[in-house]
C-alpha cells in the first residue's frame, strides 16, 4: 500500500485527535477553580461581542427602540424615580453613555454587555448548587435561551433584571447556606438594587420568601441573624426611593394601574395564554439543544434509549447539592406559575416581556436534576453549538434586515426615521435661535427617540402625561422654547395639534417629510407636524 492511500485516514486520525483536545481543554478549563471564571468570563465576553455585531446588522435599518431612547434620556439627569419606573435602569445608562457615544451600537453594546454580566452572575449561582462542570452548561443554555441574544437587543428595566434577579438569588443562596450577619447584608443590598430596577421583581423576591419559609430547612434559616438583617438592610436601602415615591404621590402605581389593568375576562384570557406559550416556546430552544449536546456522541449518533441509559442514572449524585437544588426548583416553579395565576384572579393585562426575567433559573432548575449524568463531551458538543449558530446569524445578519425591509417597507413604527427627523430639527432650532435645543415635545414614542438622536439630547416632556419622567415641566419647556413634533399617522394626531396650539404660544408650524432608505428598500415616507415655539422673552 502507498503511503499517499494512507493520508486521508490519517489527517482525519489528526483532526478527531486536536478536536478531543479541545474537548479535554474545554473540560478541565471549566472544572479547573483557578481558570474556571475566566473560561466563564471570556466566553461571556465573546457572545457579548459576536452578539453585538449582529445586532447592529439586524437593525441596521432601524432606529433603536423606544425604550433604549428613553433610558437613555432618564440617564441624562440622575433622581431618584423616572414616573413610571425606579431608577437603576437609567442610572445605568447614564454612566454608560458617559463612557460610549451616543450611537446606535453602543445601545446593542450595552445589552449584551448585561447579559453577559447576568450570564457570569448566574454561573456564580449554578456553583452553589452544582458542580463546575454542570455550571458552565448552566452558562452555554443561557446563551443559547433567545432572551439572552435576539430578543435581548432592547436596553431596559426588564432587561436590566437579568442582573439584578440573579443577584438576589445568588445573594439568598449564600444566606442560606452562611446564615450570618455578613450574608444578611449581601441579601438585603441585593434586594435593593433589584426593587430600584422594577417593581416587577416583587414576583421573584417573593418567591425567594415563600421558598425560605416552605424549605424542610427553613428553621435554621429564620433562627440565624441573616434575613432580618437582610430586610432591615433593604429598607433602609430603599428609604430615600421610598420619599421620593411619596414626592410624587405614587404615580408608578398609577401608572401600573392605568396601563395594565383590564375589564376584559376573554381578552385576559388570550393573554396570558400568549404569555405561557411564548416563554414555554423560548425556553424550548435551550433545553433541545442542551438535549442535543448530552445526546452527540464522539464516535456516533445514539439512539434514544442508549442517550437515556447514558444520560440518565439513579445512582447517588454528588455533583448536586439537594438543599440548594430544592431551593432553586421551588424559586423558579413560583415564578413560572404565580404571575399567570394572578393576572387571571385580577384580570391583569400580561404581557409577554414580563417573562424575561423570570426564567434564567430554568437551565439550572434542570441541570440540578440528580438523575441526569453530564458527560465531559456535552461541553463541547454545546459550545459547538452555540458558535455554529452565532457565526451562522452573524453571516446572514445583513441579509435577514434587507429581506425584513423589503416585506414590510411600510412599517412606521419599525422603519419610521425618526434619527433624520431629529438632526434637521436641531438644524431647525440653532438656526433661529442660536442656542441649545433644550425641550422636546411629543408623545413617548415620538419625544425619546428625538432626545436620543439630537446632538443637543433634548430633555423630552410628554403632553398629558400623568406619570410624568420629571426630566422637565410644561413651565420649563415654556422659558426655554421647545420643539414640538406630530406623527401624522398616529391615530393621537388631532389630540397632539391640539395641545401644540394650545400651549405653545407664538409657535412656527413646520412640515417635514423623512424617508430611510437601506440597501436601495425605500422606508415609508412619513410626514410629521412641527411646532417650534421660541424661549420666553
Known amino acids: 500500500m502507498s503511503t499517499a492511500s494512507l493520508l486521508p485516514a490519517a489527517a482525519r486520525s489528526n483532526?478527531?485527535?486536536?478536536?478531543?483536545?479541545?474537548?479535554?481543554?474545554?473540560?478541565?478549563?471549566?472544572?479547573?477553580?483557578?481558570?474556571?471564571?475566566?473560561?466563564?468570563?471570556?466566553?461571556?465576553?465573546?457572545?457579548?461581542?459576536?452578539?453585538?455585531?449582529?445586532?447592529?446588522?439586524?437593525?441596521?435599518?432601524q432606529d433603536v427602540h423606544m425604550d433604549v431612547a428613553e433610558a437613555f434620556a432618564w440617564g441624562q439627569k440622575f433622581q431618584f424615580g423616572y414616573g413610571k419606573h425606579p431608577p437603576l435602569s437609567g442610572w445605568v445608562a447614564g454612566l454608560w453613555f458617559k463612557l460610549f457615544p451616543v450611537r446606535d451600537w453602543a445601545t446593542y453594546?450595552?445589552?449584551?454587555?448585561?447579559?453577559?454580566?447576568?450570564?457570569?452572575?448566574?454561573?456564580?449561582?449554578?456553583?452553589?448548587?452544582?458542580?463546575?462542570?454542570?455550571?458552565?452548561?448552566?452558562?452555554?443554555?443561557?446563551?443559547?435561551?433567545?432572551?439572552?441574544n435576539f430578543k435581548g437587543f432592547k436596553y431596559n428595566p426588564d432587561l436590566l433584571q437579568l442582573v439584578t434577579l440573579p443577584l438576589v438569588v445568588l445573594a439568598y443562596l449564600n444566606a442560606f447556606e452562611k446564615r450570618d450577619v455578613k450574608s444578611g447584608l449581601w441579601l438585603g443590598l441585593a434586594g435593593a438594587l433589584a426593587l430600584m430596577t422594577k417593581y416587577w421583581v416583587l414576583t421573584m423576591i417573593g418567591a425567594v420568601g415563600l421558598a425560605a419559609l416552605i424549605h424542610p430547612e427553613r428553621l435554621r434559616f429564620l433562627k440565624s441573624p441573616a434575613p432580618w438583617v437582610a430586610i432591615v438592610t433593604l429598607a433602609v436601602l430603599m428609604l430615600p426611593h421610598l420619599i421620593w415615591l411619596k414626592q410624587v404621590d405614587f404615580v408608578p402605581l398609577t401608572y401600573a394601574g392605568d396601563v395594565y389593568g383590564l375589564q376584559s375576562r376573554a381578552q385576559n384570557i388570550q393573554l396570558v395564554i400568549g404569555y405561557i406559550v411564548h416563554n414555554v416556546g423560548l425556553l424550548a430552544i435551550p433545553v433541545a439543544l442542551a438535549s442535543l449536546a448530552l445526546a452527540w456522541n464522539s464516535q456516533r449518533w445514539m439512539s434514544p434509549p442508549a442517550a437515556i441509559a447514558r444520560n440518565w442514572s439513579r445512582s447517588p449524585n454528588a455533583g448536586v447539592n439537594l438543599s440548594q437544588a430544592l431551593n432553586v426548583w421551588m424559586i423558579q416553579t413560583i415564578v413560572a406559575v404565580g404571575p399567570p395565576l394572578g393576572a387571571l384572579i385580577f384580570t391583569v393585562y400580561m404581557k409577554t416581556d414580563w417573562g424575561i426575567s423570570l426564567f434564567f433559573l430554568t437551565p439550572?432548575?434542570?441541570?440540578?436534576?440528580?438523575?441526569?449524568?453530564?458527560?465531559?463531551?456535552?461541553?463541547?458538543?454545546i459550545v459547538a453549538i452555540w458558535l455554529a449558530i452565532t457565526l451562522v446569524v452573524l453571516v446572514a445578519s445583513r441579509w435577514i434586515a434587507e429581506k425584513e425591509i423589503a416585506i414590510n417597507p411600510n412599517g412606521a413604527a419599525t422603519y419610521g426615521a425618526r434619527s433624520e427627523l431629529a438632526r434637521e430639527l436641531t438644524q431647525a432650532w440653532r438656526s433661529r435661535f442660536g442656542t441649545r435645543?433644550?425641550?422636546?415635545?411629543?408623545?413617548?414614542?415620538?419625544?425619546?427617540?428625538?432626545?436620543?438622536?439630537?446632538?443637543?439630547?433634548?430633555?423630552?416632556?410628554?403632553?398629558?402625561?400623568?406619570?410624568?419622567?420629571?426630566?422637565?415641566?410644561?413651565?420649563?419647556a415654556k422659558r426655554l422654547g421647545f420643539i414640538g413634533a406630530c406623527d401624522t399617522t398616529d391615530a393621537r394626531l388631532p389630540v397632539c395639534e391640539a395641545w401644540m396650539k394650545e400651549n405653545g404660544k407664538d409657535f412656527e408650524q413646520l412640515t417635514?417629510?423623512?424617508?430611510?432608505?437601506?440597501?436601495?428598500?425605500?422606508?415609508?415616507?412619513?410626514?410629521?407636524?412641527?411646532?417650534?415655539?421660541?424661549?420666553?422673552?
Request: aromatic share 12%; hydrophobic share 55%.
Open 15 to 61: 483532526r478527531k485527535f486536536s478536536l478531543r483536545r479541545l474537548a479535554a481543554w474545554l473540560v478541565a478549563g471549566a472544572c479547573n477553580p483557578k481558570t474556571g471564571l475566566w473560561l466563564v468570563i471570556g466566553f461571556a465576553a465573546a457572545h457579548a461581542v459576536l452578539w453585538t455585531l449582529i445586532l447592529v446588522n439586524l437593525k441596521a435599518a
Open 109 to 148: 453594546a450595552l445589552a449584551m454587555t448585561v447579559l453577559g454580566c447576568g450570564m457570569v452572575i448566574s454561573w456564580f449561582t449554578a456553583l452553589r448548587v452544582v458542580d463546575r462542570r454542570r455550571a458552565f452548561l448552566v452558562v452555554a443554555m443561557l446563551a443559547l435561551y433567545p432572551i439572552f
Open 364 to 381: 439550572l432548575a434542570l441541570v440540578a436534576i440528580p438523575a441526569l449524568r453530564v458527560q465531559r463531551r456535552a461541553l463541547f458538543n
Open 437 to 476: 435645543w433644550a425641550v422636546v415635545a411629543g408623545t413617548t414614542e415620538m419625544g425619546e427617540p428625538l432626545a436620543f438622536y439630537s446632538p443637543d439630547h433634548p430633555a423630552p416632556f410628554t403632553p398629558g402625561e400623568v406619570w410624568s419622567s420629571g426630566l422637565t415641566s410644561l413651565e420649563e
Open 512 to 537: 417635514i417629510t423623512t424617508q430611510r432608505f437601506f440597501q436601495g428598500h425605500p422606508g415609508p415616507a412619513i410626514t410629521w407636524k412641527v411646532f417650534v415655539v421660541p424661549p420666553a422673552k
